[in-house]
């Protein structure tokens, strides 16, 4: 059977791989996996959120609200935004499609970094946009600003932090970019991990408000990290409500479900367990740090809840994540992107002793 010509050169996205696989090939008693894949918060859920879903299971049968209007309260006011800027998304990932689906179309360009989240590619690519890379892996203004004088594109995806190198931009960077930006560039700032790098340093990290001061600029937020809802799918943009208006055109009926809109509401008024969760996260990593520093190898600063290492001739990412998911410990190999590197999400104290034991047992 023929399929749109758009589809052929879309690789499927790989995501983490989900604790089942590990129990099913390997063996391990599911108690014993430990996933550090797919940057979930290591705590939980917030045991309020926990309480809310539960509360609303009698409710399954109503479709939710689709104006949103208390989720879209909560967070006008804690970003000190108007309710019209806002958008929500079935994961802020449902958000990128509808930006692909507003801006691209064949002709159209869309111009991110190196390495950067998968997704941005594969919805471009949907649209038959013809996609451009930075040379560098990192989110520099001086190579993004010249390919966006010469090349006008329809989208720029400024994901920072980044997902997979969890490294960020300055905020004056991000700015410069947006300052040079084309009226009808539509420059993306993903902030899925904007909870994370603004506990560590104010200097790399944008509020959403900020954001809105440019007519072409989208923000983007997740209730899946810091927020500790993965399994919930529910994401946010903020944005001038002209550009609001045109990515509504695109949302389906009822895009998250009644329990995720319960959820999320919830999670907005606890945001201790936000801060806890960061905090935690802080202690752990200077960990990882040291084992890196211990073991010879390179890290990536990261202002994200994970950290990538990434190594040199030694060691080769691909069999080191095989022989550490045989053991149970679940990570995500970064040899699709073109690095000999592993993306760890920094767990609770236990999982990351477990990561380490293992590593040392690998590492012989
Ligand atoms: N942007 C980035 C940079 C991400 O890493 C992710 C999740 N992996 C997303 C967006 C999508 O997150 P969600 O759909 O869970 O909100």
Same mark, same amino acid.
């Given at each position: 059977m023929k399929f749109n010509k758009e589809l052929d050169d879309i690789k499927v996205y790989e995501a983490g791989k989900p604790i089942e696989l590990v129990v099913r090939e390997f063996g391990v008693a599911p108690e014993e996996v430990v996933k550090l894949?797919? #940057? &979930? #918060? *290591?705590?939980? +859920?917030s045991p309020r959120v926990a309480e809310t879903i539960r509360a609303h299971a009698d409710k399954a049968h109503l479709y939710p609200d689709d104006s949103m209007f208390e989720l879209k309260e909560a967070l006008s006011l804690r970003f000190d %935004?108007? &309710? &019209?800027?806002l958008i929500i998304g079935a994961g802020s990932d449902q958000i990128l499609e509808f930006v692909s689906r507003a801006k691209l179309h064949p002709g159209a360009k869309v111009l991110m970094s190196r %390495? +950067?989240?998968?997704m941005y590619e594969i919805y471009a690519r949907q649209q038959g946009a013809e996609i451009l890379r930075t040379p560098d892996w990192r989110h520099r203004p001086e190579e993004f600003l010249p390919l966006m004088k010469e090349h006008r594109p329809e989208v720029v995806y400024?994901?920072? *932090? #980044? #997902? *997979?190198?969890g490294d960020a931009m300055r905020r004056e960077e991000i700015f410069e970019i947006l300052d040079a930006s084309d009226p009808e560039t539509l420059v993306v %700032?993903?902030?899925?991990y904007m909870e994370y790098a603004a506990a560590k340093d104010s200097d790399y990290a944008v509020t959403p408000r900020e954001i809105l001061e440019y007519p072409n600029a989208l923000y983007l937020g997740t209730f899946s990290k810091a927020y500790g809802l993965g399994g919930m799918r529910v994401g946010y943009g903020i944005a001038r409500p002209e550009i609001i208006r045109a990515l509504m055109k695109l949302r389906p009926p009822f895009n998250i479900t009644s329990l995720s809109l319960a959820a999320a509401i919830a999670a907005c008024g606890d945001e201790e367990f936000v801060a806890q969760s960061v905090r935690l996260h802080q202690e752990q990593i200077d960990r990882y740090e040291a084992y890196a520093r211990e073991h010879g190898f390179d890290y990536i600063e990261s202002y994200t809840n994970f950290i990538t290492w990434s190594f040199g001739e030694e060691l080769n990412s691909s069999d080191l994540a095989e022989a550490l998911l045989e053991r149970g410990v679940i990570v995500r190999d970064l040899a699709s992107y073109g690095l000999n590197a592993l993306r760890i999400t920094v767990g609770t104290p236990e999982q990351n002793d477990r990561l380490f034991a293992v590593m040392d047992e690998v590492l012989g």
């Open positions: 894949a797919s #940057n &979930e #918060n *290591p705590l939980g +859920t %935004v108007r &309710e &019209e800027t %390495v +950067t989240f998968a400024l994901c920072t *932090p #980044n #997902n *997979p190198t %700032v993903d902030g899925a």
